[in-house]
């Protein structure tokens, strides 16, 4: 047996992943990391969602968090560049008040270059870290209640309208969508943006937190087991498929 050779599928994605930390640390790792070293780490997902690829506007944001602050991440790998991202976040502040962008330590001086002070800055560095370098200032002068319907599933803006008005619109299919909206901008921005969190939140999975939260998943795989709301008995069928040799 070659020394240092993966014995276990888990050992073989584990030396996977540390080489990708040092040779190509792609849009994956950093997510991986947000959650594992950000996420988990400030919060309680007892009262907090993370979203992964969230359309906003024209846009689709990297991550969005939400609970009691709802930030928007905007990713910038160095594989990137920053050519749209100030449409990006543009968009993101229709519906988002914090605004971060997730970048490589050693790009940090070219992206300050880049954003305004209000965009909050999160660093990744070389080991797998992330480090906070700078707050997000809240921002609401560009909230669109248009802008957050569109970004959620029908039954959500249903319930949304529902929310503000206490009925929905007796209206006819073809036609529902256009009333919603218009029924929407009749509220101040802010009382939309509130109800708007809330829904967004009922997507929580209560069994995926659970296993996240109290068994030993290899960080690696936080992420994607989180993500695709995988439950007690999935973590049960992936620890087998780890320890098998390979």
Known sequence: MEAG???TIDQLLATAYQGLLREYRHEYLYKSALLNQYI????SLDDTILLNEFRIGKSVADAVLVNGTNKVFEIK???????????????????????????HERLEAKYRTVVNEKVGL??????????????????????????????????EYLELV????GFLPDVTPVHLFKTCLAILTDFPVEEVLRH?????KSRICE?????????????????????????ENHYLSLQKILKTNI
């Open 77 to 103: 790998t160095e594989l990137d560049n920053p050519d749209k991202l100030v449409t990006q976040l543009a968009d993101y502040y229709k519906a988002f008040s914090q605004v971060y962008l997730f970048v």
């Open 40 to 43: 988990l780490r400030k919060y």
């Open 5 to 7: 050779r993966p014995e």
């Open 196 to 200: 708007y969190y809330s829904i967004i």
């Open 207 to 231: 069994g995926t937190n659970r296993v996240i939260s109290e068994y030993d998943l290899p960080d690696y795989l936080n992420f994607p087991f989180y993500i695709l709301g995988l439950n």
């Open 162 to 165: 529902k929310r503000l008005t």
């Open 122 to 155: 999160i660093l990744f560095t070389d080991n797998g870290g992330v480090l906070e370098s700078r707050k997000a200032i809240r921002e609401t002068n560009f909230l669109d209640a248009g802008t957050m319907m569109k970004s959620l599933r029908k039954a």
